[in-house]
């Protein structure tokens, strides 16, 4: 037997072959990051414009006051303090509207929130009776950029319209330290007759992507959102009691007492408006099976040459293995302009057509169907299990445990051939 016709060379030579062809697998899965990447600065480009992922901070009353301290010296002096009071109750209302915007062949999703919030503030005693100076109200937002139209809050009877913070706001939000609007107020005049109960309401419309989260600085706050997103990540440090996710969006309601919340600053809850599984991540995901399909394909093409009779060269193999290879590439770019299953299954026809017209060519019998059709099958499998997210695992390497079997099949009996 001629050293070219050696099983056990030819297994060896498959072996190489197939590590070999791990090169351009991983050309591949390189390029879908490079696409990936650029999909990402598309649209970080697209929410600078639009706005950024928001986190809604407040309202809060601040205001200045003078106050007897005692220096080191134990003696008195009067010393000018801020004062800060949080809402009560803080009521947030928020209907969000997301929608598909594009830059160059990429989509982002980006979101409209109409923004209601209600609730009241406790003026404390002891402010009783003080002179406050430098009276105003201050909300915060993590992207100004994001307003769209006028910031309105009422304050008792009293209307106000919101404009840019100052330094001097800024300090006191050090999360929201360039997103923060306030507004010069008159405390005196909406709590005369010794009312300390000052109620409010707030209405803004704000644009962002990527997520909208809310602050809970009320002694108690509830948020109620509605969307019209499908597939939500609700996240941060809070779950809502309350949510409903349909194919036409989702709804949910959050519910936080000042008891648990700890540090207002330090503490956001919402939700990320996913955008499902991206093109890139699918195509990545799928390259993960790359080398099990061509491991697949070169076992029954083994098989077809050890029950058939048949031979296929190794540099046939070779062929065979770039064809199953280039596929990827195939479904990178035609994911780019249309559906990933039917850039998937567009994909996987070219290739298996263009592989049986190779089978025929070598086989020049009914063995080409049965390889052709083998062929379809893994693609149809690495489709299967593409869409298995909790059993992905466990139904590949049971998978790969069937190809060893069927490895150790073929090769249990390589001494008796030798010797014949």
């Known amino acids: ?49 639009w706005g950024r992922a928001q986190t809604l901070t407040g309202p809060a009353l601040q205001f200045s006051y003078e106050k007897e301290v005692l220096d080191k010296d134990q003696k008195k002096t009067v010393k000018l ?50 002179s406050l100076k430098g009276q105003q109200v201050v909300l915060g937002l993590s992207d100004l950029r994001g307003i769209e139209g006028s910031v309105e809050i009422t ?10 913070g100052s330094s001097e706001v800024d300090e006191y939000f ?18 005369m007759d010794g009312k300390t109960v000052l109620p409010f309401r707030l209405t803004y419309r704000v644009k962002g992507s990527s997520s909208l989260k809310v602050r809970p600085y009320g002694g108690t706050t509830e948020v109620k959102m509605r969307s019209n997103c499908p597939d939500p990540s609700f996240t941060g440090d809070f779950l809502p009691s309350e949510r409903e996710v349909t194919d036409a969006g989702f709804s949910a309601r959050w519910s936080v007492s000042e008891i648990n919340r700890g540090n207002p600053d330090d503490t956001s809850f919402g939700v990320t408006m996913l955008q499902g599984v ?34 296929i060269d190794i ?3 070779l062929v065979i293995g770039l064809s199953l290879v280039l596929f990827y590439a195939l479904v990178l770019s035609f994911s780019e302009f249309m559906r990933f299953p039917m850039a998937y299954g567009l994909a996987a026809l070219m290739t298996v057509a263009a592989l049986f017209g190779y089978f025929r060519g070598i086989l ?29 695992l466990l139904a590949g390497t049971l998978l790969l445990f069937v190809l060893l079997v069927g490895i150790m099949y073929l090769t249990s009996n390589l001494n008796k051939r030798a010797t014949e």
């Open 1 to 49: 037997m001629k050293l070219k016709d050696s099983l056990p060379l030819k297994i060896a030579l498959m072996g190489v072959l197939t590590l070999l062809l791990l090169i351009p697998l991983a050309m591949i899965q390189s390029q879908i990051h490079d696409r990936q990447v650029a999909a990402d600065e598309s649209r970080a480009e697209v929410s600078a414009s």
């Open 81 to 130: 303090t801020t004062g800060t009071v949080y809402p009560r109750t803080l009521d947030y209302d928020i209907d969000t509207q997301t929608q598909t915007l594009h830059r160059s062949i990429y989509d982002i999703m980006v979101y409209g929130a109409d923004v209601v919030v209600t609730g009241d503030f406790v003026i404390p005693a002891f402010y009783a009776g003080e």
């Open 364 to 392: 020049r019998d009914k063995t080409a169907w049965l390889l052709t059709a083998l062929v379809a099958v893994a693609y149809v499998l690495s489709y299967i299990l593409l869409q298995m997210q909790t059993y992905a």
């Open 315 to 317: 540099v046939q193999y």
């Open 278 to 311: 991206t093109q890139y991540q699918q195509t990545t995901r799928s390259t993960k099976y790359g080398i099990l399909v061509i491991l697949l394909v070169f076992l029954a093409g083994l098989a077809v040459e050890l029950v058939g009779k048949k031979k």
């Open 174 to 191: 050090p999360e929201n330290s360039k997103g923060t609007l306030s507004e010069a107020i008159d405390l005196d005049k909406a709590l």
């Open 155 to 164: 304050l008792g009877e009293a209307a106000y319209a919101f404009h840019s």
